[in-house]
C-alpha cells in the first residue's frame, strides 16, 4: 500500500517562506509525476505544482514564480519551496501522482497557514 507523508507546514508572516516535504514509497514514487495538491476552507482541492519523473516543472499560474517544486529520486521525496507567501496560501497542502489516473490515497497533509 502507497503511503504519502507530508509535513513542514505551519504558520507564517505574509512574505515569508515555507518547505514543504512529501515522502513516498518507492515504486510509487519513482514510476510517476507528481504533485502538490492544495486544498482552502470550504474550496475543492487544487493541483498547484507537478514535477515529471525527470524533473520538467509546471505550475499554476497562481503561485508562477513563489513555488518550486522538486524531487529527490534517491530518497523518494518531493519538496515545494514557498517563497512570498500570501495570505490567500493558506490551505492544508497534499503530495500525490500528478495524473488523476495514478493518484492514490490521500495522506494526512500539512496545514500552512499566512497570516500576519
Known amino acids: 500500500q502507497v503511503q504519502l507523508v507530508e509535513s513542514g507546514g505551519g504558520l507564517v508572516q505574509p512574505g515569508g517562506s515555507l518547505r514543504l516535504s512529501c515522502a513516498a514509497s518507492g515504486r510509487f514514487f519513482s514510476i510517476n509525476a507528481m504533485g502538490w495538491y492544495r486544498q482552502a476552507p470550504g474550496k475543492k482541492r487544487e493541483l498547484v505544482a507537478t514535477i515529471s519523473t525527470g524533473g520538467n516543472t509546471n505550475y499554476v499560474d497562481s503561485v508562477k514564480g513563489r513555488f518550486t517544486i522538486s524531487r529527490d529520486n534517491a530518497k523518494n521525496t518531493v519538496y515545494l519551496q514557498m517563497n512570498s507567501l500570501k495570505p490567500e496560501d493558506t490551505a492544508v497542502y497534499y503530495c500525490?501522482?500528478?495524473?488523476?489516473?495514478?493518484?492514490?490515497?490521500w495522506g494526512q497533509g500539512t496545514q500552512v497557514t499566512v497570516s500576519s
Open positions: 500525490n501522482a500528478a495524473y488523476s489516473w495514478s493518484l492514490v490515497g
